[in-house]
């Protein structure tokens, strides 16, 4: 069977698989975003090829250490998913190695938490070598320290001439060695195209760089695609692109670079940020950042703190930012009932009084507009031209009169 017919009869089966969501939440936690973190989380596995058929939820002080829920919350769920033939239980969190054997010994189905999840979703839509590589080193360095109680049916048999351990201590070091030799063979291969892309950017001069960053599925391609007039793969599932993509634009014989790079996540899983280091230094050396922001969703403020939260830690907090509220075609709003004495919350905003609201920051430039439907894009068009003028103006003092 050749590698592409595994990789659709893989597909085919993830296709049928049925799960149930897990997560545990603070006593403080509100019901309503607990709901849309397991939205969030459904939505990823739906992009997985996996369809959601239950969620349970328990209120506890922090996750257990041992099997992350209480242990009757975690009797309820096995007796449900034995039930109901359930395939696999995806947990909202990353699980560690002790949670993950204790819970695959309490449950009759596959085990995922959410960093194996979102590293399953890059392995498949991988499509270069370099975001191959890149995902398969952030798969092996999660799998290293899960290798221990895949053999435990062997670690009792101890003994055999001129050997220190059991078979099971034996199988279990080979396998490690195995992934560690993998793991040094990618680190290598990364930095051979590290060092290529380091060139290729250098190559590129000293023309401004722009860089597309923002939440996962926010619209990113899609205005890429509007602004560079490219045919960046554009679709409405988490991270449906993983390449980086640089295209050169050119507005009124101003020439500039844009690049539209993979999106961020609430918790995404520390070996993904470590590999795709080199991807993401198309953001660490940018002049201008676009920060793309889906102000249809209900927790987009959340968003923007979790990308500015990974900007930092990749460091480029510091770079300059436009913001870019988009999908206001799909933006909706919810009028309190006139005898509804509580604060107005966030959907309870119309879009016009949530535009007054972040125009007057001021400190952050923003604007609102619908890749798709294409409201506003002329307006972008020309607040990006401004913005990148001036940054080449500083740049090249002496060229001004290109433009």
Not at 174 to 186: C, G, Q, S, V, Y
Not at 233 to 245: C, I, Q, R, S, V
Not at 344 to 366: K, M, V
Request: glycine share 4%.
């Amino acid at each position: 069977m050749s590698e592409q017919q595994k990789n659709d009869t893989t597909a085919a089966k993830a296709e049928t698989e049925r799960a149930v969501l897990i997560a545990v939440t603070s006593d403080a936690a509100d019901n309503r975003r607990t709901a849309e973190y397991l939205d969030e989380l459904e939505f990823l596995a739906e992009t997985a090829g996996i369809r959601t058929v239950r969620r349970f939820t328990q209120r506890l002080p922090q996750p257990s250490a041992r099997i992350y829920v209480g242990p009757g919350k975690l009797e309820e769920i096995a007796a449900w998913c034995k039930e109901h033939e359930i395939d696999v239980a995806i947990f909202d969190d990353e699980l560690s190695p002790a949670q993950t054997r204790n819970i695959e010994a309490a449950l009759p189905c596959r085990i995922l938490d959410r960093t194996r999840l979102i590293l399953d979703i890059f392995l498949a839509r991988a499509r270069t070598a370099y975001a191959k590589t890149q995902v398969q080193l952030a798969h092996y360095e999660y799998m290293l320290p899960r290798l221990s109680g895949l053999w435990t049916h062997l670690e009792r048999q101890r003994g055999g001439t001129g050997t220190r351990g059991g078979a099971g201590e034996r199988e279990i070091e080979t396998d490690r060695r195995i992934i560690r030799n993998r793991i040094a063979k990618l680190k290598e291969d990364l930095q051979k195209i590290d060092r290529q892309m380091a060139v290729q950017r250098s190559n590129r001069g000293q023309l401004v760089r722009v860089a597309l960053v923002g939440y996962t599925n926010v619209g990113k391609s899609t205005l890429m695609n509007r602004i560079a007039k490219s045919d960046v793969f554009a679709e409405n599932k988490l991270f449906a692109t993983l390449d980086t993509t640089v295209r050169k634009v050119v507005f009124d014989n101003l020439p500039f670079l844009l690049s539209d790079t993979v999106g961020f996540i609430r918790k995404l899983p520390t070996q993904l940020i470590e590999s795709f280091k080199s991807t993401l230094d198309e953001v660490r050396e940018a002049d201008l950042l676009i920060h793309v922001v889906d102000v249809s969703h209900p927790q987009f403020e959340e968003q923007i703190d979790v990308v500015k939260q990974t900007l930092q830690e990749i460091g480029a907090g510091e770079k300059p930012v436009y913001l870019v509220f988009n999908k206001i075609d799909s933006y909706s709003c919810v009028r309190k009932d006139p005898d509804d004495l509580t604060p107005p919350a966030r959907e309870n905003r119309s879009l016009e009084e949530l535009q007054r609201t972040w125009f007057a920051h001021g400190d952050t430039p923003c604007i609102f507009l619908s890749a798709r439907e294409r409201i506003h894009l002329d307006k972008f068009r020309s607040d990006l031209y401004g913005m990148v003028r001036e940054i080449h103006a500083g740049r090249y003092p002496f060229n001004n009169f290109l433009y």
